[in-house]
């Protein structure tokens, strides 16, 4: 992905608040229709109902941390949370166990790998590193408080239903389909096991985590739990307080190195925020203390991020001037 040249459009900087609800909708909108006819990428195909989707879906959703509500396209079209889910969960995790227990565990690392790597495991000892890939959610999941896993997974469920502020359901044909072809995610799951890093059953963490993988959302849901770790831990459409602060930034700390697999660091280096993707097509990004934007269109680029939503969201990040690395000089006394 190119960086977006952005010549008629005023830059901002990271410093400060988001401008108006009428120019931030102005400018949503304006991000949808430029790459509205943006066909590159490929629908994954691995699990096999996901190839059914329809490539041409794409929605676009900002939701602000004062609760401002922006949607462009597709944004209520719903879809499988997937990989997105791995950053709300652990998020429940460390408010749970405090983050030292869970980085023990899991780690807060990039592993550089794709993110179903079995190598990654080995390489490391067993240590699965990065919290944001396969390996590290299962032993993530496999955290989750709860006396069994049909706990667990209502923890979950609960938890990710109240970042999103409305009750999440199951996509029971999406999780069927993965359940009879996650070989791959069971094999880790055992991996994890033998090198002591699952207290619990493989094959129920694992399923726990295909549960929670195959939970419906939208893209204005995504913007919403999203806008919750920008809000301090506020969700700022309810108003109910979903987790600490401390809890969102050690969260976006680690979302910040991992979000996007293994071109994680390409794009904080373009994009300069904090964000997840799922294989579905949906990415979310965090601004802290102004809002959070999510994309969802189905085409991927090799490491398995939706090639739209990242430029959408990439230019809504210099319009908006979100980029937490950007800053101007201060006025200063001799100038
Ligand atoms: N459930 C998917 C899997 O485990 C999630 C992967 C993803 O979104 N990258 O393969």
């Given at each position: ?52 989707v ?19 396209g597709?944004?209520?079209?719903p ?5 997105i889910s ?21 780690g ?16 490391n ?33 609960e ?52 549960r ?8 204005h ?6 806008a ?52 579905t ?12 934007v ?28 979100l ?13």
């Amino acid at each position: 992905m190119e960086p977006t040249e952005l010549a008629d459009v005023e830059q901002n900087v990271s410093t400060g608040s988001l401008p108006g609800w009428g120019r931030v909708d102005e400018l949503v909108r304006d991000a949808h229709r430029r790459y509205a006819g943006e066909q590159g990428g490929v629908v994954a195909d691995y699990i096999p109902i996901l190839a059914e989707v329809d490539p041409d879906l794409f929605g676009l959703a900002l939701i602000e941390s004062n609760g401002g509500l922006h949607d462009a396209g597709d944004a209520l079209h719903p879809f499988s949370i997937q990989s997105i889910s791995k950053m709300f969960v652990y998020a429940l995790a460390i408010q749970h166990h405090g983050h030292r227990r869970v980085r023990e565990i899991v780690g807060v690392n990039n592993t550089g790998l794709p993110f179903n790597s079995v190598m990654a495991l080995e390489l490391n000892g067993g240590h699965p590193m990065n919290p944001m890939v396969n390996a590290g959610a299962i032993a993530t999941t496999a955290l989750m408080p709860g006396a069994t896993s049909v706990e667990q997974w209502e923890l979950v469920r609960e938890g990710l239903s109240a970042f999103a502020g409305r009750a999440l359901s199951l996509d029971g044909a999406v999780y069927a389909s993965e359940a009879q072809t996650n070989e791959r995610n069971r094999a880790i799951g055992r991996l994890l096991r033998s090198y002591g890093r699952l207290q619990s059953d493989p094959e129920e963490a694992v399923d726990v985590y295909t549960r929670q993988c195959a939970l419906s959302v939208t893209a204005h849901d995504l913007a919403v739990m999203g806008a919750t770790l920008a809000d301090g831990g506020v969700n700022p459409v309810t108003g109910d307080r979903v987790v600490s602060a401390d809890v969102c930034r050690d969260t976006l700390a680690v979302v910040a190195a991992t979000g996007l697999y293994e071109r994680s660091g390409e794009w904080l280096f373009e994009i300069g925020l904090p964000a997840k993707s799922g294989v579905t097509g949906g990415i979310v990004a965090v601004s802290p203390g102004k809002g959070a934007v999510a994309g969802f269109s189905p085409r991927l680029d090799p490491a398995g991020n939706s090639v739209r939503s990242q430029l959408a969201i990439g230019h809504l990040s210099r319009s908006l001037g979100l980029n937490l690395f950007a800053s101007a000089p201060a006025a200063h006394a001799s100038d």
